[in-house]
């Protein structure tokens, strides 16, 4: 008797386990949507709608882009922990993610909890950019210019607690140093304020400066990486005047918490095919990236490795949103 409750409860859980195996086996049937935290034009959404047009050849299916900016991203962030757990609800995010749960006290959902890992897609260096007609061409002139401006001179960030303002903020503690903090809705916005002038200094991630970098319109001053960026080798890293100063953000996807193993393992593998392909690494490298590409296991490493390091800058800068 013993031994048929066994074997009946084994045969249970493999029938059970069937429909998502064959779920699993026919996905997708649908166009899948790509939720991004950002307006158009900035870091993660640049990186998105690269691996959505490769990974929607690959898998013969849309990946549609929808863009919810709005509380360092969170808004989109919600809207995908809130979704059912079918692999048709994708959320493209970036360190930025990681970054709120020591920031915000009510983000409506955990993203240890409430998401699941799929790829770190790749890595790009932050840039401290800045206006042309702004005073300052180097790191040390940056610092010597805010010290005699003590809390005039602003920065943009793409938002409360995201990776500029985490760059910016610990470029103030290592500096001893009062800048501003603006707050914009993505890089792209960050970009064209920059071009216009009605904000004359940022930290922002390469894609959405790049481009205006190249024509002039924006000025690098250094980069955040520990070594100099292959795509400005001629603009040094804050470090080389700020020993010790590092920062760069990254960029991956996730899914709802729910969504079958199975799914989750396809959507890794399509994407670290795609960011192997030639045109890929191509454009990364054009926007100053890196490709990346891990596995569910890597990836989830790199969060809570990324979550600990954040809180503890959070905490030394109060860094706190409502």
Same mark, same amino acid.
Do not use: C
């Given at each position: 008797?013993? &031994? @048929?409750?066994?074997?009946?409860?084994?045969?249970?859980?493999?029938?059970?386990?069937?429909?998502?195996?064959? $779920?699993?086996?026919?996905?997708p049937t649908k166009p899948i949507r790509i939720l991004v935290g950002?307006?158009?034009?900035?870091? +993660?959404?640049?990186?998105?709608?690269?691996?959505?047009?490769k990974i929607g050849d690959s898998m013969k299916q849309q990946f549609i882009v929808d863009n919810r900016p709005g509380a360092n991203a969170n808004l989109a962030a919600k809207v995908a922990a809130d979704s059912p757990g079918d692999g048709y609800t994708l959320l493209f995010m970036s360190v930025a993610h990681i970054m709120s749960k020591p920031v915000y006290k009510?983000?409506?959902?955990?993203?240890?909890?409430?998401?699941?890992?799929?790829?770190?897609? $790749?890595?790009?260096?932050?840039?401290?950019?800045?206006?042309?007609a702004l005073p300052a061409r180097t790191v040390k002139e940056l610092i010597a210019l805010a010290k005699s401006k003590p809390? &005039?001179?602003?920065?943009?960030?793409?938002?409360?607690? $995201?990776? &500029?303002?985490?760059?910016? &903020? @610990?470029?103030? @503690?290592?500096?001893?140093?009062?800048?501003l903090p603006i707050p914009y809705k993505g890089g792209g916005p960050i970009a064209i304020d920059l071009v216009a002038g009605h904000v004359m200094s940022g930290f922002s991630t @390469?894609?959405?400066?790049?481009?205006?970098?190249?024509?002039?319109?924006?000025?690098?001053?250094?980069v955040t990486t520990e070594k100099r960026a292959a795509v400005?080798?001629?603009?040094?890293?804050?470090?080389? +005047?700020?020993?010790?100063?590092?920062? $760069?953000?990254?960029?991956?996807?996730?899914?709802?918490?729910?969504?079958?193993?199975?799914?989750?393992?396809?959507?890794?593998?399509?994407?670290?095919?795609?960011?192997?392909l030639p045109d890929v690494k191509e454009k990364l490298a054009a926007l100053g990236?890196?490709?990346v590409g891990t596995t569910p296991e890597e990836t989830a490493v790199i969060f809570r490795t990324d979550l600990a390091r954040f809180t503890k800058v959070a905490q030394a800068a109060n860094i706190r949103a409502d």
């Amino acid at each position: 008797m013993q &031994e @048929m409750t066994i074997t009946r409860g084994v045969l249970a859980a493999a029938l059970a386990i069937l429909p998502v195996a064959a $779920s699993a086996q026919a996905y997708p049937t649908k166009p899948i949507r790509i939720l991004v935290g950002f307006a158009p034009g900035g870091g +993660t959404d640049i990186m998105a709608r690269v691996i959505a047009a490769k990974i929607g050849d690959s898998m013969k299916q849309q990946f549609i882009v929808d863009n919810r900016p709005g509380a360092n991203a969170n808004l989109a962030a919600k809207v995908a922990a809130d979704s059912p757990g079918d692999g048709y609800t994708l959320l493209f995010m970036s360190v930025a993610h990681i970054m709120s749960k020591p920031v915000y006290k009510n983000l409506g959902y955990d993203i240890e909890r409430d998401l699941t890992p799929i790829t770190i897609v $790749s890595s790009v260096p932050n840039v401290v950019v800045a206006n042309p007609a702004l005073p300052a061409r180097t790191v040390k002139e940056l610092i010597a210019l805010a010290k005699s401006k003590p809390g &005039e001179l602003t920065y943009a960030t793409s938002g409360v607690g $995201s990776p &500029e303002h985490f760059a910016g &903020e @610990m470029f103030k @503690m290592m500096t001893k140093t009062n800048l501003l903090p603006i707050p914009y809705k993505g890089g792209g916005p960050i970009a064209i304020d920059l071009v216009a002038g009605h904000v004359m200094s940022g930290f922002s991630t @390469m894609p959405p400066v790049i481009p205006h970098i190249r024509s002039g319109r924006i000025r690098a001053i250094a980069v955040t990486t520990e070594k100099r960026a292959a795509v400005l080798p001629d603009v040094p890293t804050v470090g080389e +005047t700020v020993p010790g100063y590092v920062m $760069s953000t990254w960029y991956g996807a996730v899914a709802p918490a729910k969504t079958p193993r199975e799914i989750i393992q396809r959507l890794s593998q399509e994407m670290v095919k795609a960011l192997a392909l030639p045109d890929v690494k191509e454009k990364l490298a054009a926007l100053g990236a890196d490709v990346v590409g891990t596995t569910p296991e890597e990836t989830a490493v790199i969060f809570r490795t990324d979550l600990a390091r954040f809180t503890k800058v959070a905490q030394a800068a109060n860094i706190r949103a409502d």
